[in-house]
């Protein structure tokens, strides 16, 4: 002991002045009418705990006491707790009447008094219990824990990975926790062949690695728009200064052997067989492109299946175009481009357009103005799903292109709906076939459950770990899912909500409690649509209060859209990304889109995890040694 200093049994406690006896007194009655009250309100539930699955029972009745808690504005008892050096209640979600007995018992000695007495009922839970059981849930539904962290990667199959296993190899080397199948695109023999990948994978390297199968659910989209004009831009790549330094590079084909179609690094015409017989390598093709400007076109190959050329400036080219060969050596050969590519459809709408939204299958077109510039038609489009049509209400806010243009429904028809654009930008917003069509006010009686997604059932059963239920809303979608899934013996199978709208968002806690029939429940928080329905302002807050409940719920939750995109796939990550990941830290569960640079992003993300780990679990930050704090002494 230093000199001058009192051994710990010669000091004295204080005695508490009268204000402080009173001030505490206060706050012990306020915390024990509030934990009467959280056990009156969880005390009535919309159905007996005993009719879940029982390694949730406990779990739901502490999501029950944190609803009930929440139901209240805490804050300045927050404040009058954190004065006297207790717990603020504010990472009590997995254990919420335990942290309010603690502080009562607590206050009780203080003051000196014996300990309240609960409301008739004893909690079943203790301060240790939750994180074990949320734990304990995350294992039975994501696999086994990581090594060197506890959030686990999901990551979506391309459809290469079906037939090249090099790839699902790759990425579970690098470390792949979860694979996702997306039902909504390729088919149950190319899900099949991604399976047994990965069962190979996973033989090589003695790693678990569960199966989630994404059901595709009701997406509403926009319908088909009529092709644009017959003309086809072919530009080379250039650099910032303008010269190119790729050229553009055209497949001429015989005419009728193909209907020409675009990829991504050349561009398709037709033209006369007999005039591609004459064809050489390195011959010059010259031509006159739609605007009469004089272009050349370099053979570069000839082949059984066409010619390909090459073209170092941009040229805009129709049916029609002339083609000329001529060379010393032989006469001028002549001839047409007899077919280009057809050219998607679009609709430009401005803040103020119109747009009508049918029931039909109809192609929508562009607004038709007459000669005056006044309005004859208004831009239509379709949707494809009609039955929404007849369900909506003017006042409505609709979003089209995950946000991109919105606006107003105005008038209600029984086959259309007029749509005020309110949001697009100032030159215009491009409208295309196949585009999300978000409706968040309406209250759409739509099955979460498609016939597809049904069909899919009997091989997600007899093949994948998991099943995730795209835009589920109610507690009645996520009924029919388990009443489905008993149909084709999936019984052992875990289900996933996606919440990516606005009233799966609200009705969380019902869902919740429904799918805690089944032994293994899951959330994902599916940021993409949900930012369109609820707001890209309010997705923060929104997402934070998912990963509450679902902490209450002792639930795993899975963070999803867009993790590390540009770094997947262009290769280099923004700041706003890299903070987004270290925030999915929070979650049991990160998911990663494909890209040609998902294992780069798996291993960024990966290690970002592993760091975020010494410094903070949930809400909670842990205080390790740091580097910094040695370098000030």
Known sequence: MQQGRPEMDEI?????????????????????????????????????????DSGYRISAENLLHYLALRRQDIRLLQQRLVTLGFSSLGRSESCVLPTLDIIIRTLSLLLGQPPKADCGETSTITIQDGPLLLLQHSKELLGATPEARNVRIMVTMPTESAQDPSIIRDLLKAGMNCMRINCAHDDPETWLEMINNLQTAKEEFGQSCQ????LGGPKIRTGEIEPGPHVVHVHPKRNEYGITVFPARILLVPEGSSAPEISDNQTVFGVPKSF???????????????????????????????CRVESIKTCYVVPGTPLQLKEKQRPKITAKITSVPKQPGFIVLRQGDCLVVTADSNAGHSKHLDTQGNLVTPATISCTMPEVVSQVHPGESVWFDDGKIGG?????????????????????????????????????????????????????????????????????DVTLLDEALSRVKGDHLGIVLKIETRRGFENLPSMLLTAMRRPKVGVMIA????????????????????LSVCEAAHVPVIWATQVLENLAQK??????????????????????????????????????????EQHQTKKRALLRALRLAQNGR
């Open 12 to 52: 004295t406690p204080r005695a508490l002045t009268a204000s402080e006896i009173e001030y505490m007194g206060e706050l012990l009655e306020d915390l024990t009418n509030l934990r009467d009250s959280l056990c009156s309100i969880a005390a009535h539930p919309p159905f007996s705990l005993n009719e879940l």
């Open 211 to 214: 199966v989630f199968m994404d």
């Open 276 to 306: 591609l017989q004459k064809l050489k390598r390195f011959d010059e093709i010259r031509l006159l492109d739609a605007r009469h400007k004089p272009r050349k076109w370099t053979v570069v190959e000839v082949s059984d299946f066409g």
């Open 408 to 476: 107003v429904i105005e008038k209600v028809e029984t086959d259309r709906f007029w749509v005020k654009i309110q949001h697009a930008r100032p030159e215009g917003s491009k409208l295309r076939a196949g585009k999300g069509m978000n409706l968040p006010d309406s209250q759409l009686n739509v099955s979460s459950l498609t016939p597809t997604d049904i069909s899919h059932l009997t091989f997600i059963a007899k093949h994948a770990d998991a099943v995730q239920m795209s835009f589920v809303n109610s507690a009645h």
């Open 527 to 546: 940021r993409g649509d949900l930012a369109v329905e609820c707001g890209y302002e309010r997705l923060a807050e929104v997402q934070e209060e998912i």
């Open 571 to 612: 290769g280099m990550p923004s700041r706003a990304e890299i903070s987004d990941a270290v925030m999915a830290h929070r979650a049991e569960c990160v998911m990663l889109n494909k890209g040609p640079h998902v294992i780069e992003a798996l291993g960024v993300l990966d290690s970002i995890l592993k760091r975020m």
